[in-house]
């Protein structure tokens, strides 16, 4: 037996959770994340049920001299949740949403994805910010800030978090709110898993639904200069009931290119309708989804275009504008997209999200103006080469209508570096080395975009 099936034994006898080795056919399933592009091999995965398994895991990982990286919902594109001959702490069996529909508020366990949150919440007429796509983790997309359907009238993902149980790099366990421990509250909001493991979350809830407006409008895709205008314009007027998303897609025939507005509206249904409108009866659309429907739908109703599994590279940058020259930029590099699965997704960020000073939080980008993702998607590792180049050339292209801020939560493997670290904390960096230094001095959290600890 190796020297680490022998502690491995003596492990699970305090362990709750499952402790998968290489030779298991669970562990091949445990080690794969969301992006089909990334394919790590841990040495060791460790399925945590609570706090208490993720301190023993990190203290067996030290003693062992593993590398550690923890594993919400598998969805980040670097695939920054798994390692290569390292431990992963998978926090996949830790799924529970408890909510106090009294005091608006719930608290979720660190490995839930958002559409267990949104059902569990709906129940009530409830709900928070949180990610577009069902399946996407609240672990990972909270602590690195967290757009979403809500975002323009209720901020962030991270504006609604009250609270985390955060598992230090020692094993202990601590509470990080505005009065326990607020420096690490300050820099869990916006620093990603670089501070410990987040065991649980307790979010403010507001009232949404159970119906809302939104869906899902497409053109034909020589329409697309004058639909992202279009876009440009509703979202100058937009209120804070109003998210807004361009996107340039293919249909669902798989041929087909598009151009697409998807919306979310949040107020009085007059005012939905009158907005939505601006939207429906614009030219003539290829396709119309958009009406009534029930929020829990609109948070999956994207769920389709990102398969599991499917190989994925992500370039993206804020731009404060779109000017005309960025519009023509994004249709023609769309034009040059190698799969049907590739996207130009770009996204309104205005609203109480962009009204928090950029230093009240760790997280920095609150600038009102356009998240431009070029997402390239593709099903087979043949695509590999043309599917990274292509998100490469656009991104190029696109280089001079873009600003310096970079959104953390979309950043690739191979964003790494000063200047990546300063486009995705901007003027917070400083402030988070020095909370680094006090919480994680041996960076044992660090396969994330990584903040160097410094006194
Ligand atoms: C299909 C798709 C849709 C997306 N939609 C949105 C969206 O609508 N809005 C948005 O803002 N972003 C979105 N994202 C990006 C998403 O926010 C990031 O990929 C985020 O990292 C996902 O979190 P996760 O827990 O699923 O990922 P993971 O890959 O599990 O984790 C991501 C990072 O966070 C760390 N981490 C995760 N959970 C914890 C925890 N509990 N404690 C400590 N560290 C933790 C991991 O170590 C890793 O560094 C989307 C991504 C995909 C692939």
């Known amino acids: 037996m190796s020297n680490l099936s022998s502690r491995v034994t003596e492990l699970s006898s305090r362990f709750s ?20 592009f990334v394919d790590k091999r841990p040495a060791l995965v460790a399925q945590c049920r609570g706090a208490a398994d993720i301190a023993l895991a990190l203290r067996f990982a030290r003693d062992a001299g593993l590398e550690i990286a923890v594993r919400g919902g598998g969805h980040n594109v670097g695939g920054r949740s798994t390692i290569d001959n390292g431990l ?9 949403v408890y ?36 399946s996407t983790g609240v672990g990972g997309l909270t602590l690195g800030g967290g757009l979403g ?33 607020p420096d690490l509250f300050w820099a869990v909001r916006g620093g990603g898993g670089n501070f410990g493991v987040a065991s649980s979350f307790e979010f403010r809830l507001h009232e949404v639904g159970p119906t809302v407006n939104g869906g899902l409008v497409a053109w034909p895709i020589d329409r697309a200069r004058d639909v992202l205008k279009l876009y440009r314009d509703l979202a100058r007027d937009a ?73 994925n590279y992500w370039k993206s940058h804020f731009c404060d504008e779109l000017t005309e020259g960025a519009i023509e930029a994004i249709v023609d590099a769309y034009m040059r997209c190698p799969s049907p699965l590739g996207q130009i997704v770009i996204e309104h960020f205005h609203g109480a999200a962009t009204r928090v000073p950029p230093t009240d939080t760790a997280y920095a980008l609150r600038s009102n103006g356009f998240n431009v993702l070029v997402l390239s998607q593709w099903k087979d590792a043949a695509g590999d080469a043309t599917g990274s180049a292509w998100a490469r050339e656009s991104y190029a292209s696109l280089a001079r209508f873009v600003g310096p801020n970079r959104y953390l939560n979309y950043l690739d493997q191979d964003d790494v570096g000063e200047r990546v670290l300063a486009a995705a904390y901007g003027p917070n960096l400083r402030r988070l080395q020095v909370i680094k230094q006090k919480y994680d001095p041996d960076n044992v959290f660090h396969h994330n975009v990584n903040i ?3 006194a």
């Not at 366990?109 to 709906?122: H, I, K, P, S, V």
């Not at 361009?246 to 598009?258: H, M, N, Q, R, S």
């Open 88 to 96: 992963m702490i998978d926090l996949s069996p830790m799924q529970y």
């Open 99 to 134: 909510v106090d529909p009294i005091a608006r508020k719930a608290r979720a366990a660190g490995g839930t994805l958002w559409g267990q949150f949104n059902r569990e919440t709906q129940v009530h007429g409830l709900a928070t910010t949180g990610g577009v796509v069902s």
């Open 17 to 36: 959770g499952r402790l998968l080795l290489p030779d298991e056919p669970a562990w091949d399933v445990a080690r794969r994340v969301h992006n089909g």
């Open 149 to 181: 359907w809500l975002m323009p009238k209720h901020g962030m993902a991270l504006d609604n978090v009250l609270g985390v149980e955060v598992v230090l790099a020692d094993g202990s366990v601590v509470r990080a709110t505005a009065d326990e421990h």
């Open 239 to 311: 209120t804070d009931d109003l998210m807004l998303v361009a996107a340039l897609i293919t249909g669902p025939d798989a041929a087909t290119k598009l151009v697409a507005i998807a919306a979310g509206h949040f107020g009085e249904s007059a005012a939905a309708e009158k907005a939505l409108k601006r939207i429906k009866s614009f030219g003539q659309p290829a396709m119309d989804a958009m009406g009534p429907l029930p929020y829990t739908d609109l948070n999956a109703m994207l769920d389709a275009s990102y398969p599991s599994g499917a190989r």
């Open 452 to 454: 160097p600890p410094r």
